[in-house]
């Protein structure tokens, strides 16, 4: 795997193997996204497993969430971990939470070490290529329903349906053998191809609505937590698509 950092128009960017992962001028967008809308849509997420997520920007946005108790954070690689605290120390702050638990190592054997374990997974993946290809199976998301709890929800990174609609849906058949409640959400992030980039959210209780937040926060709860983007608003927002996507996504074979 080849690092790349360097400073550009979106200010300093972290680019693995050629594709931009994060950039400081609007990594908040993609983080706290996929941090709170599963954390919100959970009536009480106290322990929470994020799979990757090297830079530290998930761990920072889980935290901030006033019913997480614990988390556990899996990241394969260690240097992606050392070169965001030193280049990267805005998102890196989240390692220095009390609330986490770091380990360099395999997500999956963590998985296949603690069943039955956590209210949320998050997975902070770099796009299907390579290694990663297998954060995008079926077998991966059911390998993360053994490690959930009872009514468990987990949240990944879904792709583009500008880009590829096709790998979208595939990977939302996948989560919804193992999830009988799956939904595609959306953020806006200026830094990736097509300015936006989805969400793959599975839960285990069907009767769950993950477009409607179980945990709301005013304004000046959302200052206070220094959320830029995340909002009871936006959550909802953030699950309705363009009608050729709802109609691909649900309605189509």
């Known amino acids: ?84 605290k030193k280049f990267l120390p805005e998102m890196a702050r989240g390692f220095d939470s009390p609330k986490l638990k770091l380990v360099i190592g395999d997500g999956f054997k963590y998985m296949k070490d603690h069943k039955d374990e956590f209210d949320v997974i998050i997975t902070d993946s770099s796009d299907p290529i390579g290694p990663a290809e297998s954060l995008f199976k079926e077998s991966y998301y059911g390998l993360m329903k053994t490690a959930l709890r009872v009514g468990g929800i987990v949240c990944s990174q879904g792709g583009s349906f500008w880009l590829d609609p096709s790998h979208v849906k595939e990977v939302m058949t996948g989560c919804r053998v193992h999830f009988p409640n799956v939904s595609y959400a959306v953020t806006s992030i200026p830094s990736y191809p097509c300015g936006h980039i989805g969400f793959v959210v599975g839960c285990l209780d069907q009767k769950l609505n993950l477009n409607t937040p179980k945990q709301l926060f005013s304004s000046k709860e959302i200052d206070e937590m220094d959320l830029k983007y995340y909002s009871s608003s936006i959550h909802t927002a953030s699950f309705n698509l363009p009608r050729w996507v709802h109609k691909y996504f649900y309605e189509s074979q």
Do not use: W
Request: aromatic content about 8%; hydrophobic content about 35%; glycine content about 8%.
């Open 1 to 84: 795997m080849h690092f790349f950092i360097f400073r550009e128009t979106y200010g300093r960017c972290l680019i693995l193997d050629g594709i931009i992962q994060c950039t400081t001028r609007d990594e908040f967008s993609y983080q706290e996204m996929i941090s709170f809308i599963p954390l919100c849509s959970h009536p009480n997420p106290e322990k929470v497993l994020i799979v990757g997520g090297g830079d530290g920007g998930v761990a920072r946005e889980v935290a901030k969430h006033p019913k997480v108790k614990e988390i556990h954070q899996v990241e394969i690689d260690d240097r992606v971990v050392d070169l965001s």
